[in-house]
Structures are given as structure tokens and as C-alpha cells.
């Protein structure tokens, strides 16, 4: 447990920030009911933001669809695709995109160039997939190992300890210096501007809400050194790290409890700034 005045604001978050796949929801699947039901709680309370690195569409599929709240609840809803390269807020009846940082038609084309490259002559490049293996994202360009729709047990046996990616992220480190290159999801590969990712995104939503970094709260699984939550912790955001969906909806539950005075600990740990 932390002490309350880590967090500032009586000991009490003003916004959760969550990652998308693996943290609120399995991967590239819809939430759960439980889930959306908690989101819809969580939203009556503080402010919630999205930060992950798929498209506005996969936020749509995954969590908007699917959710039960109020319209005059969702300006407190952010929406930060593309790890935080992208931000939409909800404004006159509908999603309005307030910034994108996209890449340069001819960066993209060298970006997809050392991707397919690098993933022929380091053996990655599979012979089956399910669906776009190198996607357009506008402000990032993403390599998904085995395609975009993927079935969730292939993608967790493909690279169970991440060492495929490991070196696909250092091959196209390499040839593109100048710009972001870091892992993903379980098989994918995301490259921005230098310097643009979620660390980038927190920023700005720090903007936003005319807040300071302890006012917020992170929620994500990929926290370690190699996952591309890491950089959040670097802002001084206090973060919480999960093992999935079911063990972030358990805290989300908490936290609603804590907000309400229901319960006076605080019910999260909160991992060291590195």
C-alpha cells in the first residue's frame, strides 16, 4: 500500500489511465460487461483516459460499443490511440480528433521497408497469418508478426519469453535511428516519430485537464523495461501494473469503493519511478 499523499487531492485520483489490450480487455476483443459496468462507475466519479497503441477503430469495437454511460459523462472520457500519437475527446455529439502526429508518406515507406526487411532475414516473416501483417496507422506504423486479427492462442505461443521482437525492435532501431521503434503487443512492433509515445500522450493530457502528474493514475501490463507502458513511468505518473483484465477490473471495484469512502485504504500499489 502507498501512503495517501502520494497522490495529491486528498489522497483521491482526478483520472485513471488505463492501456486498452491485455489491461481492460484480452487482446483485440471486446470488453467484458463487468468491465464496461465498472468504466461506466469509474466515469461518474473521475476522469478516464485511453491510451494504447491501436487504431480509433479498435477503440470503438472494443470499449465505445460497449459501454452504458450517459452522453454528458463521455467529455470525461479521453481516447488516445496509437500510443498517445493520436487524442480524441468527445465534443457536439461526437469524437473530435484534437491532434496526430503522423509520419511523413516517405517515412512511412522506409518504416515499412526495414520492417519486412528485417522480418525476412531475421526468420519472423510467417507464412500464415490473419489479416494485415504491416498497418498503416497514420502517426505510427505498426508490424503485427502473424496479422491484425490474429487468434489470441497463436499470438501468445509466438513469442512467449519476447525475444522475437526483441530483435526485430533492435534490427529496426538500427536502420531508423531518427525515429521510435518499441514493442507492442505479444507479436507487434510499433514505430513513430522520436520521441512520441505514451509518455509523449500522458503529457498532453496532463495539458488538458491543467493537472500535475499525481493527480493521475496508470493502469497497464506491460510496465517492464521492454513493454511499451514503460515510458509512463518515466513522467513520474504513478503506475499500477496487472497481469490482465480480470485483475484490473478487481482494482477498478477497488478504487470505486475508495472514492466513495466505503473503504479508507488505498488499494493499489504503486510501482518506483525508474
Known sequence: MIDNDVIERDGRPRALVFDLDDTLAPSKSRIDRRMAGLLA??????????ISGGRFEQFDSQVLRHLEVQEDLLPRLHLMPTCGTRYLSWGDGTWQEIYAEDLDPEEKVRIVEVLRRGARELGLWADITWGEVIEDRGSQITFSALGQQAP?????????????????????????????????GSTSIDVTR???????GIEKLLDQLGTTQRTLLFVGDRLDPDGNDFPVRATGVPCVAVSGWEETADLVAAVVEWLDGARADCPYTVLPTP
Open 41 to 50: 462507475q469509474l466515469l461518474r466519479r473521475v476522469e478516464v483516459c485511453i
Open 152 to 184: 489470441l492462442a497463436e499470438k501468445t505461443a509466438w513469442d512467449p519469453d519476447g525475444s522475437k521482437k526483441a530483435s526485430l525492435r533492435e534490427y529496426a532501431s538500427r536502420w531508423l535511428p531518427d525515429l521510435e521503434v518499441r514493442s507492442g
Open 194 to 200: 522520436k520521441g512520441i509515445d505514451k509518455a509523449y
